[in-house]
């Protein structure tokens, strides 16, 4: 059994990441993923910087969301079409439940940046086993967007420190 929750080691022993393409809805409603984000969020935290960002992708902006990574993705492959492009659409709709985890590392801060990034990873995990705690199945992708100079822009990021999208989902 994937994802046993009946108890904290059980789920450890037993998680597993979803496949994005395959979750279908309901995903969480708006209390559920605060609730989830919350959770998340209690992460070690070196200095209590909050070192990241969790961006949500409401579903009416999800058309908004893939022309971004297709003008990007044009702007950094001329020429780019077909097939591509409709893959950067699937990836922008999939999933019922879509958040953006971006590394916002303080700068000048005594506490290294490795410290930092490494937090800001550790909260992606805590929202996979938080979303796995409320029900649903999670998963953490990166994709070339994670890397995008032109979407980690859109999205006020250092494209440097730019990690994971991650979609949950039922
Ligand atoms: C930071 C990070 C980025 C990832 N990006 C991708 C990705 O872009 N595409 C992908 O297929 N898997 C990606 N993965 C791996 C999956 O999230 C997942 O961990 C993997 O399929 C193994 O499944 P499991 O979590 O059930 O062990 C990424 C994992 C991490 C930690």
């Known amino acids: 059994m994937f994802n046993d929750t009946s108890s904290l080691k059980s789920h450890l022993a037993t998680r ?8 279908v809805t309901p995903g969480p409603d708006t209390d559920e993923l605060r609730a989830i984000i919350e959770l ?21 902006q999800r058309d908004a969301f893939a022309a971004l990574l297709k003008q990007a ?8 079409a077909g ?14 439940t879509l958040l953006l985890l971006v590394s916002t590392p ?4 005594k506490i290294p940046l490795w410290e930092q990034q490494m937090s800001a990873g550790a909260v ?6 938080a979303a796995h705690a409320h029900g649903y199945v999670g998963s953490w ?18 494209t440097d420190e730019t990690p994971p999208g991650r979609e949950i989902s039922s």
């Open 40 to 60: 998340a969020l209690r992460t070690p935290d070196h200095g209590k910087l909050a070192p990241w960002r969790i961006i949500t992708i409401a579903p009416e």
């Open 73 to 80: 993705w044009v702007a950094e492959n001329p020429g780019a």
């Open 124 to 129: 992606g995990m805590n929202l996979l086993h």
């Open 16 to 23: 597993r990441s979803g496949k994005a393409r395959d979750m």
């Open 106 to 109: 303080v700068a000048g801060s």
């Open 141 to 158: 992708l990166t994709g070339w967007a994670a890397f995008s100079p032109n979407v980690g822009a859109a999205f006020a990021a250092d």
């Open 83 to 96: 097939m591509d492009l409709s893959a950067l659409d699937q990836f922008a709709h999939q999933a019922p």
